[in-house]
Each structure stands twice: as structure tokens, then as C-alpha cells.
């Protein structure tokens, strides 16, 4: 992986770099992500905290109470809902 990389929501008003190797890439296939994404999974990539910095905006936290009783937090663009 060619490091640093660059991303952000749909809108481009949250950008965000990349500057450490992901700890991991994982799929979910809870009811949740399958309903939110309307596929049997969805992705997801850990990077360590000092790997990841946004650039520009504020994005948005949703909340919500798992069936395990776990809090799922999902980040968010607050104008067009891209999860990040």
C-alpha cells in the first residue's frame, strides 16, 4: 500500500489521510450493515489513531444499541450521510 492515501464523503466536505498501514480490513454481515447497505456485508478498515487525520470538515456521529447490547458508533457526513 503506497502511503499517504486520501479520501472523504461523496460531497467532498470531509476529507480525511491516511499515513499508517491498516491494522485490519474486515466485512460485516450483521441485519444492520446488510439493511444500511442493501448487500450482504459491508467493509471496514482499522488504522491506528495516529494513522488517521481529518483534513477538512466535521463529521457526524450515529449511535445505536446493537442486538448484543454493544454501542455501535458510525461516522458520518452530516450533508451527505457518507459513512467514513
Not at 476529507?15 to 474486515?26: F, K, S
Not at 495516529?50 to 455501535?72: C, H, K, M, W, Y
Not at 458520518?76 to 459513512?83: E, G, L, N, R
Request: with cysteine; glycine share 8%.
Amino acid at each position: 500500500m503506497n502511503l499517504p492515501q486520501t479520501g472523504g464523503c461523496l460531497c467532498r466536505k470531509i476529507r480525511y489521510e491516511i499515513t499508517e498501514t491498516p491494522q485490519l480490513v474486515y466485512t460485516c454481515h450483521c441485519t444492520a450493515c446488510q439493511h444500511q447497505t442493501s448487500s450482504a456485508f459491508s467493509l471496514g478498515v482499522a488504522v491506528p489513531e495516529t494513522g488517521f487525520r481529518l483534513t477538512s470538515g466535521e463529521p457526524r456521529a450515529l449511535q445505536r444499541v446493537t442486538d448484543s447490547g454493544r454501542l455501535n458508533s458510525r461516522f458520518v457526513c452530516p450533508d451527505c450521510a457518507s459513512w467514513l
